[in-house]
Nanobody, 121 residues
Framework: QVQLVESGGDLVQAGNSLRLSCAAS????????MGWYRQAPGKQRDLVAS???????VYGDSVKGRFTASRGNAKNTLYLHMNSLRPEDTAVYYC???????????????WGQGTQVTVSS
């Protein structure tokens, strides 16, 4: 079984920084992509940042230049460094991995449970 666990969400003031972490564990064969998505109340879930196993990184337009995603040395960890936070960054942040379990031959999507980030003005 595969699990993704996020941590690091918090209540912060606008302009401050925060770092989120995501750890994938379980019977993982290979990981193609890990990424961060966020969902604010009443809105759709949007891409924040995504990193491939080749470390190609894509960012959502609203976070470019402020957020940085990185993979850990173990490659099953993912971080999101968020700088210059704004009230509109308030959302539940979800970690997603596209990976192949050991006992499977297909790549599948896995999601974490989410971590709340609240930015006060």
């Amino acid at each position: 079984q595969v699990q993704l666990v996020e941590s690091g969400g918090d209540l912060v003031q606008a302009g401050n920084s925060l770092r989120l972490s995501c750890a994938a564990s379980g019977r993982i064969g290979s990981i193609r992509t890990m990424g961060w998505y966020r969902q604010a109340p009443g809105k759709q879930r949007d891409l924040v940042a995504s990193i491939t196993d080749g470390f190609d990184t894509v960012y959502g337009d609203s976070v470019k230049g402020r957020f940085t995603a990185s993979r850990g040395n173990a490659k099953n960890t993912l971080y999101l460094h968020m700088n210059s936070l704004r009230p509109e960054d308030t959302a539940v942040y979800y970690c997603k991995a596209v990976l192949r379990p050991i006992d499977d031959y297909l790549m599948r999507d896995y999601w974490g449970q989410g971590t709340q980030v609240t930015v006060s003005s």
